[in-house]
């Protein structure tokens, strides 16, 4: 059995991403709200909006790791399977990009 890495959507439309290795339990456990220092305590309810799961436990934290440091819009480009657009939000957007092109 391997982790789960997942996409929640909170009731704020900020998004959280975690690892467990149960994700029915570990959902549950963001609906219900058990540990009020966590960042989707206030932020409930959650909707789970995106699962996949890995077998190898080291890939699944880098994972987590690099979608975390995500902007939004990618995360929500991964979510829908919008590969084109997941590669155009992983290049540089500022203008000093444009300007060296």
């Known amino acids: 059995m391997g982790l789960t890495l997942y996409i929640l959507e909170c009731s704020d439309a900020s998004l ?9 339990r570990r959902f549950a456990e963001h609906l219900e709200g058990l540990n009020p220092d966590a960042y989707t305590y206030p932020r409930r309810p959650v909707r789970l909006l995106f699962a996949e799961t890995f077998q190898d436990y080291k890939q699944a934290h880098e994972w987590e790791k690099r979608i975390k440091g995500w902007s939004k819009k ?16 992983s290049e540089c957007q500022n203008d000093s990009h444009f300007k060296n092109k």
């Open 16 to 24: 959280y991403t975690g690892v467990t290795n149960n994700l029915d």
């Open 74 to 89: 990618k995360k929500w480009a991964l979510i829908n399977g919008h590969w084109k657009s997941l590669k155009l939000f």
